[in-house]
């Protein structure tokens, strides 16, 4: 029945007629009456008629709010509902909103290939990722000169002068600045270390990060099997379970610089990436667990220490199993 509906509405409706009220009361009758009757009953009688179609439709009774403030959200049409955020804000603050979006990211990056294919056709149209770099830098300025002229927005005096209303407004200044406010903030989200552990994050980085290059000079086929080039505007290598959640759960150095927690990203998508982990620590463990190749080290000390990291990995996932 709902998909009958739906097909209904949306076959040979490129301009929306179908949903419209006029339209629907001259050409099919019946079923104007059942939507308004339905609509009716269950208190949707003021919405627009193209919306007392989705919910019939769907069966949807109460207008959808906004998931992170229960504010009034915007119908978009048919095929997508309603918004489910009134605003940007509310999305990039919304923890559902996080999840959803590493659940993708993680989905879109976990074999690289996405990333192999770009590269290949920005390889194919301007033969080195400097020069397309550049090329994108130049056209956003460039775009940015003929529209406002100047090179970037924030240099516009109409974003100047919204930035100052909105803090006066806000905060009654209009430079007005609370760093305490956002360093505590971003204590308690956990993206940003606590002043007392910042030492000891620092000196856990500098060794993670040595021994993830050590790990990679000693396996560079493991980590890099498509031998992508690395650098600073090209690939970096990405620990998947970030350093700063690793540092968060006390997990072994040997976790963290493990090839199965070790990719090849390209640095935008680092830049994007952040902190943020593209892996569960279950899944990590399992894999570390489950990993079969030999890990090759001229140091001997290092053999020794990652001969036993599945037994690491399998006391880790007894206490961390979801």
């Given at each position: 029945?709902?998909?009958?509906?739906?097909n209904?509405?949306?076959?040979?409706?490129i301009?929306?007629?179908?949903?419209?009220?006029?339209?629907?009361?001259?050409?099919?009758?019946?079923?104007?009456?059942?939507?308004?009757?339905?609509?009716s009953?269950?208190?949707?009688?003021?919405?627009?008629?193209?919306?007392?179609?989705?919910?019939?439709?769907?069966?949807?009774?109460?207008?959808?709010?906004?998931l992170k403030?229960?504010?009034?959200?915007?119908?978009?049409?048919?095929?997508?509902?309603?918004?489910?955020?009134?605003?940007?804000?509310?999305?990039?603050?919304?923890?559902?909103?996080?999840?959803?979006?590493?659940?993708?990211?993680?989905?879109?990056?976990?074999?690289?290939?996405?990333i192999?294919?770009?590269?290949?056709?920005?390889?194919?149209?301007?033969?080195?990722?400097?020069?397309?770099?550049?090329h994108?830098?130049?056209?956003?300025?460039?775009?940015?000169?003929?529209?406002?002229?100047?090179?970037y927005i924030?240099?516009?005096?109409?974003?100047?002068?919204?930035?100052?209303?909105?803090?006066?407004?806000?905060?009654?200044?209009?430079?007005?600045?609370?760093?305490?406010?956002?360093?505590?903030?971003r204590?308690?989200?956990?993206?940003?270390?606590?002043?007392?552990?910042?030492?000891?994050f620092?000196?856990?980085?500098k060794?993670?990060?040595?021994?993830?290059?050590?790990?990679?000079?000693?396996?560079?086929?493991?980590?890099?099997?498509?031998?992508?080039?690395?650098?600073?505007?090209?690939?970096?290598?990405?620990h998947k379970?970030?350093?700063?959640?690793?540092?968060?759960?006390?997990?072994?150095?040997?976790?963290?610089?493990?090839?199965?927690?070790?990719?090849m990203?390209?640095?935008?998508?680092?830049?994007?990436?952040?902190?943020?982990?593209?892996?569960?620590?279950?899944?990590?463990?399992?894999?570390?667990?489950?990993?079969?190749?030999?890990?090759?080290?001229?140091?001997?000390?290092?053999?020794?220490?990652?001969?036993n990291?599945?037994?690491?990995?399998?006391?880790?996932?007894?206490?961390?199993?979801?």
């Amino acid at each position: 029945m709902k998909e009958d509906l739906f097909n209904y509405f949306t076959t040979d409706n490129i301009s929306g007629k179908k949903s419209t009220e006029k339209w629907l009361s001259k050409n099919n009758l019946e079923l104007y009456n059942v939507i308004t009757d339905w609509c009716s009953k269950n208190n949707l009688e003021n919405l627009e008629f193209k919306r007392k179609v989705f919910h019939y439709i769907n069966k949807v009774i109460d207008i959808p709010i906004c998931l992170k403030c229960g504010k009034e959200v915007k119908y978009r049409r048919l095929r997508d509902g309603y918004q489910p955020y009134c605003s940007i804000i509310c999305q990039n603050s919304c923890s559902l909103a996080k999840e959803n979006w590493l659940k993708s990211w993680k989905r879109g990056n976990s074999n690289n290939e996405h990333i192999i294919n770009r590269n290949k056709t920005i390889l194919t149209k301007y033969g080195d990722l400097e020069t397309y770099t550049k090329h994108t830098n130049n056209s956003k300025i460039k775009s940015c000169l003929d529209k406002y002229g100047v090179e970037y927005i924030t240099q516009t005096d109409s974003y100047k002068g919204k930035r100052k209303n909105t803090l006066k407004e806000k905060y009654g200044s209009e430079s007005y600045n609370n760093p305490n406010k956002t360093k505590n903030t971003r204590i308690k989200n956990g993206s940003q270390i606590d002043d007392s552990s910042i030492n000891n994050f620092l000196i856990f980085k500098k060794v993670s990060v040595n021994k993830t290059y050590t790990m990679y000079k000693n396996n560079e086929i493991l980590i890099n099997p498509n031998n992508l080039k690395r650098g600073i505007k090209s690939y970096h290598i990405d620990h998947k379970f970030s350093l700063k959640q690793g540092y968060l759960l006390n997990l072994p150095v040997e976790i963290i610089t493990h090839p199965c927690n070790l990719e090849m990203i390209y640095y935008k998508d680092n830049l994007v990436k952040q902190d943020n982990c593209s892996i569960e620590l279950n899944e990590l463990l399992n894999n570390i667990i489950n990993f079969n190749n030999e890990l090759k080290f001229t140091n001997k000390e290092l053999n020794e220490k990652y001969s036993n990291v599945k037994y690491i990995a399998l006391e880790l996932l007894s206490k961390y199993p979801h």
